[in-house]
């Protein structure tokens, strides 16, 4: 079992920054893709920032130049970077993670969500 853990975010005014973290925990062989969706209520959840194998990152149209994704692999841990924030961005925003638990085998988890409001 893999367990994602979630601490950051809060509120702040237009303008100004916030910062996630998640840190993988469990049976955990290594880190294949971690990623970091949100969704306000009502609606699907979107991909705002996902670090891929070999370190590529993508981000929504909407974060870009904004929003910056990392990982520390020796902590199993994604961080997920908030500036120039726009009220916009106000969402739950919950981490994803493609866990290796050995050579073969992946398991998909997710954070529990952590709320971000953006004020004007």
């Known amino acids: 079992q893999v367990q994602l853990v979630e601490s950051g975010g809060g509120l702040v005014q237009a303008g100004g920054s916030l910062s996630l973290s998640c840190a993988a925990s469990?049976?955990?062989?290594?880190?294949?893709?971690m990623g970091w969706y949100r969704q306000a209520p009502g609606n699907s959840r979107e991909l705002v920032a996902i670090?891929?194998?070999?370190?590529?990152?993508n981000y929504a149209d909407s974060v870009k130049g904004r929003f910056t994704i990392s990982i520390d692999n020796t902590k199993n841990t994604v961080y997920h970077q908030m500036n120039s924030q726009k009220t916009g961005d106000t969402d739950v925003y919950y981490c994803?993670?493609?866990?290796?638990?050995?050579?073969?085998?992946?398991?998909?988890?997710w954070g529990r969500g952590s709320e971000v409001a953006v004020s004007s």
């Open positions: 994803h993670g493609k866990i290796l638990t050995s050579w073969t085998s992946t398991n998909d988890s």
């Open positions: 469990g049976s955990i062989f290594g880190i294949h893709r």
């Open positions: 670090s891929e194998p070999g370190g590529v990152t």
